[in-house]
């Protein structure tokens, strides 16, 4: 095997696919959010997180904890609960759900 991609972690790296699904969970909501026109700071006083909170789920480096958050991203978003749902549903390996 070249040592030319020794450098790339291994697709059965445990840490490198929730990475991954994070951050396409929080480029959905990035994409959602430009769309509503909200700044980042607006985004999160309308959902009740901080301005850091939401930055990092845009980030991929946080995920909402609770089924609150989702669905206060969701209303600030104009986003029905069950496109919220489809995208956590897709992005669930972010959570460690299989």
Known sequence: MSTAF???RLADDAGFFPGVWSRMFGQFIASAREKTGHSVEQAAV?????????SAIEAGTQLPKTRRELESMAGTLDMEWATM??????????WGLK
């Open 6 to 8: 020794s450098c790339l």
């Open 46 to 54: 309308l959902a009740g997180l901080s301005t850091s909170q939401w």
């Open 85 to 94: 749902v489809q995208i956590v549903s897709l992005c669930r390996e972010a």
